[in-house]
């Protein structure tokens, strides 16, 4: 099974700063990682696929990075709904999804 | 819109079964793959398996071999996710969610349905 692992487990930002997040990978994925976002209460929202595409509606500001074994998502200039828990999750094979333990992102 | 809406909350004791159901609308249904995915409180994401709802054919994870089983109904554009055997380790949030095409991500995910599992 692949793991991910995800860095730093908490990243304490203000509005307006960048945030730059890792997910690295025990063993190459390919480009077959995707990034979301969680809320309190709330089911995970897709950010990015395929390690650089942006899904449907989601703002400019979310790019991600990588391939084979280390990724990137960066929030260029953090607005306050940004702040919530990222979760790397890959896809290597059809029997085998496994996510990051993933990043709090918290107002500094 | 495209949404999936799954069924309400449940308290089972140990050792019972739950059946969780996830109704699609807005899409599709046969087109995408449902993929289920739970949340223990305060923990992270944990992938349970996968099912192709033209076809029925299903995959599951390693640790719910034996113990979960996908189905669907397609005459109402519904999946649904049995566990049994449960324990308490098993209470979490159950999540169904949508495959991307390509099935790399989940697109669309339901509201989640908490699940109790306590004596």
């Known amino acids: 099974e692949i793991v991910l692992t995800q860095s730093p487990a908490t990243l304490s930002l203000s509005p307006g700063e960048r945030a730059t997040l890792s997910c690295r990978a025990s063993q190459s994925v390919s480009s077959y990682l995707a990034w979301y976002q969680q809320k309190p209460g709330q089911a995970p929202r897709l950010l990015i696929y395929?390690?650089?595409n942006r899904a449907t509606g989601i703002p400019a500001r979310f790019s991600g990075s990588g391939s084979g074994t280390d990724f990137t998502l960066t929030i260029s200039s953090l607005e306050p709904e940004d702040f919530a828990v990222y979760y790397c999750?890959?896809?290597?094979?059809?029997?085998?999804?496994?996510f990051g333990q993933g990043t709090r992102l918290e107002i500094k | 819109q495209v949404q999936l809406v799954q069924s309400g909350a449940e308290v089972k004791k140990p050792g019972a079964s739950v059946k969780v159901s996830c109704k699609a609308s807005g899409y599709t249904f046969t087109s995408y793959d449902i993929n289920w995915v739970r949340q223990a409180t305060g923990q992270g994401l944990e992938w349970m398996g996968w099912m192709n709802p033209n076809s029925g054919n299903t995959g599951y994870a390693q640790k719910f071999q034996g113990r979960v089983t996908m189905t669907r109904n397609t005459s109402i554009s519904t999946a649904y996710m049995e566990l049994s055997s449960l324990r308490s380790e098993d209470t979490a949030v159950y999540y169904c969610?949508?495959?991307?095409?390509?099935?790399?991500?989940?697109?669309?995910w339901g509201q989640g349905t908490m699940v109790t599992v306590s004596s």
């Open positions: 395929d390690a650089s």
């Open positions: 969610a949508r495959g991307r095409a390509t099935g790399d991500a989940f697109d669309i």
């Open positions: 999750q890959q896809r290597s094979n059809w029997l085998s999804i496994t």
